[in-house]
C-alpha cells in the first residue's frame, strides 16, 4: 500500500478568494461547536454527535450540508486523538482550518477543480498539475483538502495505490532511527546527525532568547526561525529517505521500528533527551521513506521495538549491561559492534522471525541467485 499527497495551488479572482476564506471561517466556527459539544456531553461517537448538532448547525448555518458533516467528523476526530493524549480541554481551530471535501462537495478534473462553498453554488478553478505528479494519475484519489497558507491557496490531493503484485524477492534492510545517528541501516549505512543537532541546538538557543525579550519584534523572529526550522527538517528527512531508498532494489523491504509514543515513553528521561525527542520529526521520516518506497516498488514493515538496543545480534543474549553509550559489547559472546548498526540488524532480524518457512526459504533461494552462488548437485546415493 503507498500513500501520496499531491500539492497544487491555486490561482483564484478576488471572488473566489473571498468566497473560500468565508467558507473556511465558518467551516471552523462548525468545527469549535462540535468540539465544544463533544467535550461537554463527553462523547466520541459520531452517530451521537450527529444527530444532536447537525439540525441546529444546518439552520443556523449556509455551508453545505456535506461540508458541515466534514467539519463534524474533523472535530470529533481530533477530539478522539486529544483524549488518547490525556487532554481534557477541547481544542481552538484556526481560523482558516483547513477543509476536507470528498467526492460529493468536489469534482477533481484534468484541467480544473470544483469546490462546494457558503454561496450555495459552486465554483470552477483552474489547475494546473505539476509534470512530476503525473506519475501518480493511476492512483485511486481518497480525499482533497483545501488549505490557507501564507496568504496562498493549496489542494492537497490524497492518492493511494494497493500493488498486489509486490513480491519480496530482494533485500531486507532493518533501520535504526535516532538522535546521534539520524538513521543507520542493517546494510552498514550510516547517516550522522551531528550537524543536525549542531543546528538545532543553535535554534533552540536563539529561540529562548526571543522569548525572554518577549517584543512585537522578537515574536515575528521566533515566527520566522519556526519556519526555518521546519523547513530544515523536511529537507534533511528528504536527502535521508532518499539515500535509503535509492540505494535498494524494486522487491526489497525496509524494516522500521514502531515509533508510536516515543515521546511519551520518554518522560521519564533526561530534560535534554526529551527535548531532542519533541524536537525531531521522527513521523515525518517515516511518511519519507513510506511514500519513495511506495513509488520504487519496495515495501515497508514494522517491528516491535522492544530490547533492540540491548540485545545482540550475533547470539541474542538480552540485557542493559550491553549497550554502553555509541558502542554495544555482548556480555554473554563478547560481540562488538556499533550499538546503532547493532540496533538495525536486530530489527532486521525480528522481521524475518516473523516471515513463515515458504516465504523464508524462498529469499534465501533468490539471494544465492542473486550473489550468483551456484548450488552444487547432489549426487542421489
Not at 465558518?26 to 454527535?49: F, G, M, P, R
Not at 523536511?234 to 536527502?239: A, G, S
Not at 518522560?267 to 511506495?294: G, T
Request: net charge positive; aromatic share 8%; charged share 30%.
Amino acid at each position: 500500500m503507498g500513500n501520496r499527497t499531491i500539492r497544487i495551488p491555486l490561482d483564484l479572482d478576488p471572488y473566489q478568494r473571498q468566497i473560500l476564506l468565508d467558507t473556511m471561517h465558518e467551516y471552523s466556527k462548525i468545527a469549535n461547536y462540535i468540539a465544544q459539544k463533544t467535550y461537554y456531553l463527553n462523547t466520541i461517537s459520531q452517530v451521537k454527535i450527529h444527530h444532536l448538532t447537525y439540525r441546529d448547525v444546518r439552520t443556523q448555518s449556509n455551508l453545505p450540508s456535506q461540508l458541515i458533516i466534514s467539519a463534524r467528523m474533523k472535530a470529533v476526530d481530533t477530539m478522539r486523538v486529544l483524549k488518547k493524549r490525556g487532554r481534557r480541554a477541547p481544542p481552538k481551530f484556526n481560523k482558516y482550518m483547513a477543509i476536507r471535501y470528498d467526492k460529493r462537495s468536489s469534482t477533481l478534473g484534468a484541467g480544473n477543480i470544483t469546490l462546494a462553498n457558503i454561496s450555495g453554488k459552486r465554483i470552477k478553478i483552474p489547475i494546473t498539475i505539476h509534470s512530476y505528479y503525473r506519475r501518480y494519475q493511476d492512483w485511486d484519489t481518497k480525499s482533497l483538502d483545501l488549505v490557507f497558507r501564507d496568504g496562498k491557496f493549496y489542494i492537497h490531493v490524497s492518492v493511494e495505490r494497493d500493488d498486489p503484485r509486490f513480491i519480496a524477492n530482494g533485500d531486507i534492510i532493518g533501520i535504526d532511527r535516532g538522535i546521534v545517528n539520524l538513521a543507520v541501516g542493517s546494510d552498514n549505512s550510516f547517516h550522522n546527525g551531528s550537524r543536525v543537532k549542531k543546528l538545532r541546538n543553535r535554534y533552540s538557543h536563539n529561540r529562548k532568547t526571543l522569548q525572554k525579550k518577549g517584543t512585537r519584534s522578537a515574536k515575528r523572529r521566533l515566527r520566522s526561525i519556526a519556519k526555518k526550522e521546519t523547513q530544515f527538517q523536511r529537507d534533511v528527512n528528504h536527502c535521508i529517505s532518499k539515500k535509503i531508498v535509492g540505494n535498494m532494489e524494486r522487491g526489497s523491504v525496509i524494516v522500521l521500528e514502531d515509533l508510536k509514543g516515543i515521546r511519551k515513553a520518554g518522560k521519564n528521561r533526561s530534560k535534554s533527551l526529551r527535548s531532542d525527542l519533541n524536537r525531531w520529526a521522527f513521523y515525518q521520516l517515516d511518511l519519507f521513506i513510506n511514500y519513495k518506497a511506495a513509488e520504487n516498488g519496495i515495501r515497508v514493515e514494522y517491528v516491535d521495538p522492544a530490547y533492540t538496543s540491548q540485545k545482540c545480534s550475533r547470539c541474542t543474549y538480552t540485557s542493559k549491561k550491553n549497550r554502553r553509550r555509541s558502542e554495544f559489547l555482548c556480555r554473554s559472546c563478547g560481540f562488538s559492534l556499533n550499538a546503532d548498526l547493532n540496533a538495525a540488524r536486530n530489527i532486521r532480524n525480528d522481521y524475518i522471525d516473523t516471515l513463515d518457512p515458504y516465504q523464508l526459504a524462498y529469499l534465501v533461494t533468490n539471494q544465492i541467485q542473486r550473489a550468483h552462488i551456484s548450488i552444487p548437485d547432489v549426487a542421489s546415493p
